[in-house]
């Protein structure tokens, strides 16, 4: 009889599990949505920043891509906190991620700082050009909540005005922040339009593609709908693109015509 009691309970627990992943899958943030499929995209970043770390030298990393993924990171935390449904799997991924540009940008100042000793008073100055970008957010956040007030309940100001400081996606929310910073990851792109097909990182440029490409579709699905975000992910996965294709065809289909010849 207790050996039955133990079956039985045994059965229950694995039915329960069993209900519980199954609920899981369907859920708000399920792996049937894409909800799941979106923060996976996204953790493609961090497994890139990863690998290279272990894997590439220092001399593939960009600067004006891993200082602007610092950034994206950042405000991404704060926006899959507040989105709904709120999205841990989101949130882990950009606070790992974080972590791991950083690390690549210490790696890549060093390996500047190490070719040319002279480059540190650069990195010095932009160090306190960051610093004031900083504290001018920490500002301009300060001041957000009690100026939106202002405007909404402005009567001199004109209803659109007040209409678009009132909207969840507006310009006082991190639903307006997030997507349009993330912006700054297509000009990163362009920045390093001519940049040698040896130096671009595979992995991240895959990333990326994907990332714009999945996002595109979570933009849509998330409340508030985001067409910013809708946007601006088809912009990144564009430039992000261009660059895989750039290097997919420098690494195989050319080195591959070269070794027929």
């Not at 790992?96 to 190490?114: D, P, T």
């Not at 909207?167 to 390093?192: C, E, M, R, V, Y």
């Not at 067409?227 to 050319?254: C, E, P, Q, T, W």
Request: hydrophobic letters at 45%; one cysteine or more.
């Amino acid at each position: 009889e207790k050996k039955n009691r133990s079956k039985r309970t045994l059965n229950r627990r694995k039915d329960w599990l069993g209900m519980s992943l199954a609920g899981w899958a369907v859920g708000p943030t399920g792996v049937l949505t894409t909800h799941f499929w979106g923060p996976v995209a996204n953790w493609g970043l961090v497994a890139s920043a990863v690998y290279d770390a272990t894997t590439k030298g220092p001399d593939i990393i960009s600067l004006p891509m891993t200082g602007t993924m610092v950034v994206y990171s950042s405000l991404f935390i704060r926006f899959a906190w507040a989105v709904n449904p709120r999205n841990y799997l989101l949130f882990a991924c950009h606070s790992f991620n974080v972590c791991a540009q950083f690390n690549q940008l210490r790696r890549a100042l060093a390996y500047k700082i190490e070719k040319d000793p002279k480059a540190m008073d650069e990195i010095k100055d932009l160090g306190t050009k960051a610093a004031l970008l900083g504290a001018g957010v920490l500002g301009t956040v300060a001041v957000s909540t009690p100026l939106q007030r202002a405007i909404v309940n402005s009567a001199a100001l004109p209803k659109a005005a007040r209409d678009l400081a009132a909207h969840p996606a507006g310009p006082f929310q991190i639903h307006f922040w997030a997507p349009t910073f993330k912006w700054a990851l297509s000009l990163a792109n362009l920045a390093d339009i001519d940049r040698p097909t040896d130096k671009v990182s595979l992995s991240q440029t895959s990333a990326l593609t994907a990332t714009g490409v999945i996002w595109s579709r979570y933009s849509m699905v998330i409340t508030p709908v985001n067409y910013n975000l809708m946007f601006v992910n088809i912009a990144l996965g564009a430039s992000s693109g261009y660059h895989l294709l750039r290097k997919l065809r420098a690494d195989y289909a050319d080195k591959g015509s070269s070794f027929k010849a």
